[in-house]
């Protein structure tokens, strides 16, 4: 079983749409948590952190719940710049990362 | 500022030979950490870099693959006796010690003939 679990899409939603992403991760030690963006043959970004409390910047939403091990992003009206591939990232205290096999979303016209 | 940087960025070379992949990371970054991308495979951690020292090298595949670290700065990542399955995207990243955000480089592209 992969450390980290996220259903690979792809996603392909129309301009304006609200679109979910989930992701599970096994290992109840993990410290932080993270949303990667990654576009085509570019380098992972930071998109946003996740915290128990949920948070919130702009269009996107992230949600962690630590009893089920589970980690959301929503993303509402989508844009066609959204289309890219999305990571769910766990961390260990000194920030080594394990990433999931990502999410890939097209937003289309 | 300047951010991450990586050379080359891309790299061809013949199974058996040896290879060796630079990280510039951002300056006071303490934190080093390298990446390695390849298809099937997703994103997975290779070794951490605390200043020079390595407390976590468990994501190295085999003892071909070795890193250092040094002056608290760049780090090289070599590959000896390179084998076709070695051929990946490999990232490093660096940070602040403890802090959230990891800045990536744009990655060194491996092939492997």
């Known amino acids: 079983r992969k450390e980290v679990e996220q259903d690979p899409g792809p996603f392909n939603v129309p301009e304006g749409a609200t679109v979910a992403f989930n992701c599970t991760y096994s290992?109840?030690?993990?410290?932080?948590f993270f949303w990667y963006r990654q576009d085509c043959r570019k380098e992972p970004k930071l998109l946003m952190s996740?915290?128990?409390s949920g948070n919130e910047d702009g269009r996107f939403t992230a949600q962690l719940n630590r009893a089920s091990q589970y980690i959301s992003l929503l993303i509402r009206d989508s844009k066609l710049s959204d289309s890219a591939t999305y990571l769910c990232?766990?961390?260990?205290?000194?920030?080594?990362?394990?990433f999931g096999q990502g999410t890939i979303l097209t937003v289309h016209p | 500022g300047a951010g991450v940087s990586q050379s080359p960025s891309n790299k061809v070379t013949e199974k058996g030979k040896d290879v060796e992949l630079r990280c510039d990371p951002i300056?006071?970054?303490?934190?080093l950490y390298w990446y390695r991308q390849s298809l099937g495979q997703g994103l997975e951690f290779l070794i951490y870099?605390?200043?020079?020292?390595?407390?976590?090298k468990s994501g190295l595949p085999s003892d071909r693959f070795s890193a250092e670290r040094t002056g608290g700065s760049v780090s090289t990542l070599t590959i000896q006796r390179t084998q076709q399955e070695d051929s990946a995207v490999y990232l490093c990243?660096?940070?602040?010690?403890?802090?959230?955000?990891?800045?990536f480089g744009p990655g060194t592209r491996l092939t492997v003939t």
């Open positions: 990243a660096s940070s602040f010690t403890g802090a959230v955000e990891q800045y």
């Open positions: 290992n109840s030690a993990s410290q932080s």
């Open positions: 996740v915290y128990s």
């Open positions: 990232v766990v961390g260990t205290s000194y920030g080594k990362l394990t």
């Open positions: 300056s006071g970054h303490t934190a």
């Open positions: 870099f605390q200043g020079n020292s390595a407390p976590d």
